[in-house]
Structures are given as C-alpha cells and as structure tokens.
C-alpha cells in the first residue's frame, strides 16, 4: 500500500510545517510527503494526497475529487473540524491526543504549587521591593479532583502521586479506572461531591455539549473557599461571570486560566486585574517536543494502514 502525505498551511506557536514534515520523514523515509505553502498548494495537495495533516480543513475542499483517505488533525480537540462532512465522504480522522500530556501536566502542578506556596504574593511583594512574610501551605494532604481523565488528565494525575495527595478523578466511564485515589462519573451528584471535598479542582475534559458550562454557579458554590480551580480544557467549560463573582467575594481562593471565554480576553477585562487569578495565553500545550509527538503517532498509523491495507482501528482515531 503506498502512502504519500500532504503538510497543510500552518504556523502553531513558533512551529512551521516544514519542520513537521522534516520529521515526518525522519520517521516516513519510504514516504512522499509534500508541504503546502499558499492556499493554491494546499486546494492542490487535499485534491491529490492520500493524507493529511494539519490544525484544520475547509469543507468547501470536501466538495471537490479527492484521493483524500485519512486526516490527521494535530490538536487533541475536533469539535472545530467539519467532521459530518468527513464522515459522509468516508474520511478517517485522528487527534493528537497524548501529545501534550507532560507539558500540560507540567504546568498544571505549576499552577497548583503557585498556589501552594504563596508565588504571586511574592513576585507582587518582589516588585514593591517589599520584604515581609506571608502564610503558604503544603501541598501534601491536600485533595485534587481532576475532571477528566483522557491522555492529559491521566498525566496530571501520575505526577501528582509523589505529592502526597489525595486524587479524585472523574470521567465518563468510571469502569475504565485510572490513576486516581478514586474515581467518579461526570454526573452531577458525583461532580459535587468531589468538588465539596477539593482543595484543588482541574479542568481536563474535552469541550462537548455535556461540558459547556460545566462550571456554574452552583457547582463554585460547592467549592470550599479555599479552592483552586486550573483549566486547562476550554474557556467554555466554565461561566466566566460566576466564576469572578466567586473570586471577587472569597467564594474560592484563586484560579489558574490557560483558556477563558471570551479569548482572547479583552484588554479591559476584570480578570487582568485580580490578584487572585494566574492567566496565560492559551499556551499550556507548548512544547518543542510538540512536532515529534505528533509525527509518532501519524508515523504509527501509516504503518498500520500498510499493514491493513486500509485507515481502520488507528491510534487516536475517532472517525
């Protein structure tokens, strides 16, 4: 079975796409693969590559002659990608899922140990050249729920255990278990509960119907005032206006936002201004591993392709 592999336009946090396809043919020698460079090239390459992969595709391309078989998204979200489109053309798809669990988990106990220790006091107090004490805590005894518990959520919860902590996971499939102390469905009675016992609480899950909003009033209400909310999902997940009415009146202590809703987050924008709150700009998933990764995988799928003879039961796929 031959394979060859169109690298669409992309630019992702200082990464080009020729740098994804020099990888992929480290990992592909045997195979062709062609990177686009203006929109003309990329029209031209889905109409003739077997694969390809990219952040995104444009359905108006589906409606045109192709020999296209699998695309290989690289981010761990698709809800943004035309998938009914690709479904009815017969189109495999894979994710990058996994890709960003380490730098992910990374900055997930950054955050958490931000909070921990008491790091935006000093760095405030730092700048006022001011020194005198504050209160920290430990991070040891203290109960983390993680919700959701796919590639990044798993890694989130592995690099706690040397913490001393008590974890909680909560997923879709319980009976799937997992790396956690304990684990619950996503349910609201289960949710509550552990987010009344949390003193820390994740946001891992992907952004679907079911988890837009997830995050309300009433569930920051169940939080403990000592809590910590960190998303690392999507803004959407949690209610921006709850969510500052929570941190604005001591409702919870603090949160660590990589995505919020709106983003990017106007200039004018409470937030900015809250001690309580670390933000970043939607760059958790950072890595300069992130084109390595992501070529793993696509390099382990054309060769189980090869093996078939066909795009079935591939890794990460969900088409």
């Not at 220790?117 to 993680?146: I, M, N, Q, Y």
């Not at 939080?223 to 690392?232: F, G, L, Q, T």
């Amino acid at each position: 079975m031959t394979v060859d592999i169109a690298v669409l336009r992309q630019q992702l946090q200082g990464l080009d796409a020729e740098s994804y396809a020099d990888v992929l043919s480290e990992r592909l020698p045997d195979t062709e693969i062609e990177v686009a460079r203006t929109p003309t090239e990329n029209e031209k390459l889905l109409a003739s590559a077997q694969i390809a992969t990219g952040p995104d595709i444009d359905e108006t391309a589906l409606e045109e002659p192709s020999n296209l078989e699998l695309f290989a998204c690289i981010y761990s979200g698709t809800e943004h990608l035309p998938l009914d489109a690709l479904a009815d053309r017969g189109i495999a798809v894979t994710n990058g899922s996994g890709v960003h669990g380490p730098n992910i988990a990374e900055y997930v106990l950054g955050g958490i140990l931000a909070f921990a220790r008491g790091f935006p006091t000093a760095w405030r107090r730092k700048e006022r050249r001011e020194w005198r004490a504050f209160e920290t805590r430990e991070l040891k005894g203290s109960t983390v729920t993680v919700v959701g518990m796919g590639a990044i959520g798993q890694a989130v919860l592995e690099r706690l255990e040397p913490f001393g902590v008590h974890t909680i996971g909560l997923r879709n499939t319980p009976d799937k278990g997992g790396p956690a102390d304990e684990i619950g469905a996503l349910d609201e009675r289960s949710r509550y509960d552990a987010f009344a016992r949390s003193d820390y609480v994740v946001i891992a899950t992907p952004f679907t119907e079911t988890t837009a909003g997830l995050i309300d009033a009433d569930a920051l209400s169940t939080m403990p005032p000592n809590a910590v909310v960190v998303n690392i999902a999507r803004g959407k997940i949690i209610k921006t206006d709850p969510l500052v009415h929570s941190l604005q009146r001591n409702g919870i202590r603090g949160a660590v936002l990589d995505v919020t809703d709106p983003e990017p987050l106007p200039r004018d924008h409470v937030l900015w201004d809250m001690d309580n709150v670390i933000l970043t700009p939607h760059n958790a998933g950072f890595t300069p591993n992130y084109w390595e990764r992501r070529a793993d995988i696509l390099a382990e799928n054309v060769e189980q392709a090869r093996d078939n003879g066909g795009f079935e039961d591939l890794h990460n796929q969900i088409l």
